[in-house]
């Protein structure tokens, strides 16, 4: 299979600890994006990387939020601090300036 | 975050029924797309369109790029059981890498 891949699938944590997230693209598409969708609603953008520069942040994205894609291939989104209100599926998806192809999510879960 | 205007909410329809359902916004688009996604994963992608007016077809799924940029509608003929899930509009502006969603429709196929 080559589409977006994502791990873990599943993440439960208690509040106050850290996760990180990992997304693997397809091969050969240099953007990236995050996405954070809760239950009941649409995909919300969280940010975006061309190859290794993360070009574009949402409001969304609080200090607690950092994203990295170090080699341009893979990425990862760490939540620092985890609350409550983290808990979503947090979506990849990756494309090469054409449309976005979804990976299948890590769903958090904060208690 | 700015979600898109779906209607209707939720369909519920016998198979072989047709289907239709639109997205509104209130800002231009420039590209318009159709995703659905099922549950437990990430959303996939069906239509995309590129040009007001344009009227595009993917096996029983035929979507429309209203003439106003600020509105797509999708319809879905001769509806099957593998079609129920929750469909999202996602609007993209000129220039800009991210996608904005609409808040969904769910169509469920009464037996």
């Known amino acids: 299979d080559t589409g977006v891949s994502q791990d873990p699938r599943h993440k439960i944590t208690k509040r106050g600890q850290n996760v990180t997230f990992r997304c693997d693209p397809i091969s050969e598409h240099n953007r990236l994006y995050w996405y954070r969708q809760t239950l009941g609603q649409g995909p919300e953008f969280l940010t975006y990387f061309q190859n290794e520069a993360q070009l574009e942040k949402s409001r969304l994205l609080s200090n607690r939020f950092s994203a990295e894609r170090p080699k341009g291939s893979f990425s990862t989104l760490e939540i620092q601090r985890t609350e409550q209100g983290d808990s979503a599926m947090y979506l990849c998806?990756?494309?090469?300036?054409?449309?976005?192809?979804f990976g299948p999510g890590t769903r958090l879960t904060v208690t | 975050g700015q979600q898109l205007n779906q209607s209707p909410q939720s369909m519920f329809i016998q198979e072989g029924e047709d289907v239709s359902m639109n997205c509104t916004s209130s800002s231009i688009f420039n590209t318009w797309l159709w995703y659905k996604q099922d549950p437990g994963e990430g959303p996939v992608l069906l239509i995309a369109?590129?040009?007001?007016?344009e009227l595009t077809s993917n096996g029983r799924l035929t979507a429309q790029f209203g003439i106003t940029r600020k509105d797509s509608f999708l319809n879905i003929s001769a509806s099957i059981p593998s079609d129920v899930g929750i469909y999202f509009c996602?609007?993209?502006?000129?220039?800009?890498?991210?996608?904005?969603f609409g808040t969904g429709t769910r169509l469920t196929i009464i037996p």
């Open positions: 998806a990756s494309s090469s300036a054409g449309e976005q192809y």
């Open positions: 369109l590129y040009k007001a007016g």
């Open positions: 996602a609007g993209r502006d000129f220039g800009n890498e991210k996608l904005t």
